[in-house]
């Protein structure tokens, strides 16, 4: 078996000169799940600022990233075994502009209300959708979704472990005790297991066909974690370097985006960075030695936050290429085949200020009480929406959703499916005209 297979039969022009991964990308930025992401939550809520990222930019800077990431590894390793095994550029640019294709609107935010919302039917988690999207909901093909080549859907495949499987049973999802008018939901029980959700074995058989029953066994292989859901233990060589890509961006772009609206101080920076910063700064000093006269760390910080966007610009760029340049193979003994036997990691001093400049987003950003009360407020609208819409699917659900609901005799999933699609701007909209007081119309838009 071939990992450029499609689950249905297809076959392309003869005067067509694309390659399996220029077919799989062109199909991904051409899909309905691409353009969507323009209106979905990165970090902060849309309508902030018309600067920083949403999941769209966030998802292209995803697949640059891990498209430089591939050229950079055959450059820096030219003899290593590894090396004939990369991605050729399309295909990776594929994998990167899908990862976030599943996420529902209001971010994880949205991902824990919808795994609340179906804590008896399944779960949700956002790369378990991301999978149904294009192996079933994509319409590129009658039965099989986007349709795509298995060695793309082993890229997107980053938690290669069932719902069921990696789910703590004492962490299911709950409201939280104490509020006696208000439903609070419990984000510490709510929250998903990284996994593929129990409804795409059958695809996740497919993606795995070709693999030894040892290998497969080895692949799927999970660690359980006390009061946590268990996790799982490996990914696909392509799936590596998207996840290298998903994290470099992550810490640097989203750093970007909170330093230019203000929302983190240049104290906090230093305070939460300085430590783990000695590699880059060394970096900066071989490479830039007119800029070393004073304090390296100081005159990034300044940088940074400094006035001046060029001077920003350029350090965000530093800093991409210190992180990308950085990667190297690591070896997974217990695979014979290649695209399991390879992993692309960062590993030492480099992975260290990643973890730290992530961290610092998360607390500083994330887990600020400006941006939790728009994710708490989000995962209020994201349970209403869900429960009127499944209270009642034949007098509120949309017509094309309906008819895919009575087509799958009332799956509740439909019901999800349709609103983990949603735009935040749509999410919003439903909304108001389920529950806001004003009367409204029928001609107003969603």
Same mark, same amino acid.
């Given at each position: 078996?071939?990992?450029?297979?499609?689950?249905?039969?297809?076959?392309?022009?003869?005067?067509?000169?694309?390659?399996?991964?220029?077919?799989?990308?062109?199909?991904?930025?051409? %899909?309905? %799940?691409?353009?969507?992401?323009?209106?979905?939550?990165?970090?902060?809520?849309?309508?902030?600022?018309?600067?920083? #990222?949403?999941?769209?930019?966030?998802?292209?800077? !995803?697949?640059?990233?891990?498209?430089?990431?591939?050229?950079?590894?055959?450059?820096?390793?030219?003899?290593?075994?590894?090396?004939?095994?990369?991605?050729?550029?399309?295909?990776?640019?594929?994998?990167?502009?899908?990862?976030?294709?599943?996420?529902?609107? +209001?971010?994880?935010?949205?991902?824990?209300?919808?795994?609340?919302?179906?804590?008896?039917?399944?779960?949700? /988690?956002?790369?378990?959708?991301?999978?149904?999207?294009?192996?079933?909901?994509?319409?590129?093909?009658?039965?099989?979704?986007?349709?795509?080549?298995?060695?793309?859907?082993?890229?997107?495949?980053?938690?290669?472990?069932?719902? $069921?499987?990696?789910?703590?049973?004492?962490?299911?999802? #709950?409201?939280?005790?104490?509020?006696?008018?208000?439903?609070?939901?419990?984000?510490?029980?709510?929250?998903?297991?990284?996994?593929?959700?129990?409804?795409?074995?059958?695809?996740?058989?497919?993606?795995?066909?070709?693999?030894?029953?040892?290998? #497969?066994?080895?692949?799927?292989?999970?660690?359980?974690?006390?009061?946590?859901?268990?996790?799982?233990?490996?990914?696909?060589?392509?799936? $590596?370097?998207?996840?290298?890509?998903?994290?470099?961006?992550?810490?640097?772009?989203?750093?970007?985006?909170?330093?230019?609206?203000?929302?983190?101080?240049?104290?906090?920076?230093?305070?939460?960075?300085?430590?783990?910063?000695?590699?880059?700064?060394?970096?900066?000093?071989?490479?830039?030695?007119?800029?070393?006269?004073?304090?390296?760390?100081?005159?990034? @910080?300044?940088?940074?936050?400094?006035?001046?966007?060029?001077?920003?610009?350029?350090?965000?760029?530093?800093?991409?290429?210190?992180?990308?340049?950085?990667?190297?193979?690591?070896? /997974?003994?217990?695979?014979?085949?290649?695209?399991?036997?390879?992993?692309?990691?960062?590993?030492?001093?480099?992975?260290?200020?990643?973890?730290?400049?992530?961290?610092?987003? !998360?607390?500083?950003?994330?887990? $600020?009480?400006?941006?939790?009360?728009?994710?708490?407020?989000?995962?209020?609208? @994201?349970?209403?929406?869900?429960?009127?819409?499944?209270?009642?699917?034949?007098?509120?659900?949309?017509?094309?959703?309906?008819?895919?609901?009575?087509?799958?005799?009332?799956?509740?999933?439909?019901?999800?499916?349709?609103?983990?699609?949603?735009?935040?701007?749509?999410?919003?909209?439903?909304?108001?005209?389920? +529950?806001?007081?004003?009367?409204?119309?029928? +001609?107003?838009?969603?």
């Amino acid at each position: 078996m071939s990992w450029y297979e499609r689950r249905e039969s297809w076959a392309a022009q003869s005067e067509d000169a694309r390659e399996d991964g220029d077919i799989d990308y062109a199909r991904v930025v051409h %899909s309905a %799940s691409f353009r969507r992401l323009q209106g979905k939550t990165q970090i902060l809520n849309l309508g902030d600022s018309d600067f920083y #990222r949403t999941r769209l930019t966030h998802s292209l800077e !995803v697949a640059q990233i891990a498209g430089g990431l591939a050229r950079q590894l055959n450059k820096s390793f030219p003899d290593h075994p590894a090396t004939a095994h990369l991605p050729d550029r399309s295909l990776i640019h594929a994998i990167g502009c899908t990862h976030d294709f599943g996420h529902p609107p +209001f971010g994880h935010g949205g991902e824990v209300a919808l795994n609340y919302c179906m804590r008896r039917h399944g779960g949700f /988690e956002g790369n378990g959708q991301t999978l149904r999207i294009l192996a079933r909901l994509e319409s590129f093909s009658a039965n099989a979704g986007a349709n795509l080549s298995r060695r793309t859907m082993l890229g997107v495949l980053k938690y290669p472990a069932a719902f $069921s499987q990696a789910a703590n049973p004492y962490l299911e999802p #709950r409201l939280l005790d104490g509020p006696s008018t208000l439903r609070i939901l419990d984000s510490r029980q709510c929250k998903p297991p990284k996994a593929y959700l129990d409804c795409e074995q059958d695809v996740v058989d497919w993606i795995l066909a070709p693999l030894t029953h040892p290998e #497969r066994t080895a692949f799927t292989a999970i660690e359980a974690r006390p009061g946590k859901h268990a996790k799982t233990l490996h990914k696909s060589l392509d799936c $590596s370097i998207m996840d290298l890509a998903d994290d470099i961006a992550y810490g640097i772009h989203d750093l970007e985006d909170a330093i230019s609206l203000g929302l983190v101080t240049r104290e906090r920076f230093a305070k939460a960075t300085e430590s783990a910063s000695a590699p880059f700064l060394d970096a900066l000093k071989e490479k830039y030695p007119g800029e070393s006269e004073n304090d390296v760390f100081s005159r990034m @910080v300044e940088g940074l936050f400094g006035e001046d966007e060029g001077t920003r610009k350029r350090y965000i760029s530093r800093l991409v290429h210190h992180f990308l340049t950085g990667a190297s193979y690591r070896e /997974e003994t217990a695979f014979d085949e290649p695209l399991l036997r390879w992993r692309v990691c960062l590993e030492g001093p480099r992975r260290a200020f990643l973890d730290a400049l992530q961290a610092f987003i !998360v607390k500083d950003v994330i887990a $600020s009480p400006e941006v939790q009360h728009l994710e708490f407020k989000g995962q209020a609208m @994201v349970v209403a929406v869900f429960e009127a819409l499944a209270a009642d699917p034949a007098r509120l659900l949309p017509k094309a959703a309906l008819v895919r609901y009575e087509a799958s005799s009332g799956d509740i999933r439909v019901i999800c499916d349709h609103v983990a699609a949603m735009t935040d701007t749509h999410l919003l909209k439903t909304y108001e005209r389920l +529950f806001s007081p004003r009367m409204g119309s029928v +001609f107003d838009r969603l």
